[in-house]
């Protein structure tokens, strides 16, 4: 149980193009999901945190309006990052936290690079 | 400031022993903490939790220890197996807040 999916698992697009990145909670409901950036070598660092129906809360310094966060029902949220740069390359990777519970479960993550 | 502090970047022990990991805390309001597994190019792997109610937990070849007066918590994993070779992270969340703050990372290699 408890399995949370990412996809694209690996994007490349041009600069000043848009990439959409979507996490799913396969089998349970996910009340909350969290958007998290991996640079090399780094810890987690967490972008934004959406509940379902809901604006997300972004982390000081994270650009809301280049990183879109939908969270359009309890099993999908998406990130969208916008008019992408080179250094918006990175690791990104999804949580999801079920009602109750104080345990995120991770997707797989999506290696975004911009050429 | 780094408020969830893993001190030794890495770890090599002989498959069959015992891995020890180690994670500090600064914050007291932190009331709950959980260890994940991390591959690399792949999300984190969630471990095992303990609430601050209780002072160890244990799930299989995992248990994880907490002190709250030293502000510290450990995994031990027993025996270590080649697979488990890999980055943990130490995670810590407080009460009201649905954050995890996250330590930077160990790695672990158990040699065969």
């Known amino acids: 149980g408890a399995v949370v999916s990412q996809h694209p698992s690996r994007v490349i697009c041009k600069s000043g193009t848009s990439v959409k990145i979507e996490c799913r909670s396969l089998?349970?409901?996910?009340?909350?999901m969290f958007w998290y950036r991996q640079f090399p070598k780094q810890s987690l660092m967490l972008m934004a945190t959406?509940?379902?129906?809901?604006?997300?809360?972004?982390e000081q310094g994270v650009e809301k309006d280049k990183f879109l966060i939908n969270h359009a029902s309890l099993t999908l949220s998406t990130l969208t990052v916008t008019s992408a740069h080179p250094e918006d390359s990175s690791f990104y990777i999804c949580?999801?936290?079920?009602?109750?519970?104080?345990?995120?479960?991770f997707g797989p993550g999506t290696r975004l690079t911009v050429t | 400031d780094q408020q969830v502090k893993q001190n030794s970047p890495s770890l090599s022990v002989q498959e069959g022993r015992i891995s020890i990991l180690n994670c500090d805390y600064t914050?007291?309001?932190?009331?709950?903490f959980l260890w994940y597994k991390k591959y690399p190019a792949e999300g984190p792997t969630f471990l095992i939790s303990i609430s601050s109610i209780k002072d160890k937990n244990e799930d299989g070849r995992f248990t994880v220890f907490l002190n709250k007066s030293a502000k510290h918590l450990s995994l031990h994993i027993v025996p270590s197996q080649p697979g488990d070779s890999a980055v943990y992270f130490c995670?810590?969340?407080?009460?009201?807040?649905?954050?995890?703050?996250f330590g930077k990372g160990m790695k672990l290699t158990v040699n065969p």
């Open positions: 949580s999801a936290r079920g009602f109750g519970r104080r345990e995120q479960y």
């Open positions: 089998d349970f409901q996910a009340t909350t």
């Open positions: 959406s509940n379902e129906g809901s604006k997300a809360t972004y």
């Open positions: 914050n007291s309001m932190f009331d709950y």
């Open positions: 995670a810590a969340s407080e009460g009201g807040s649905e954050k995890l703050v």
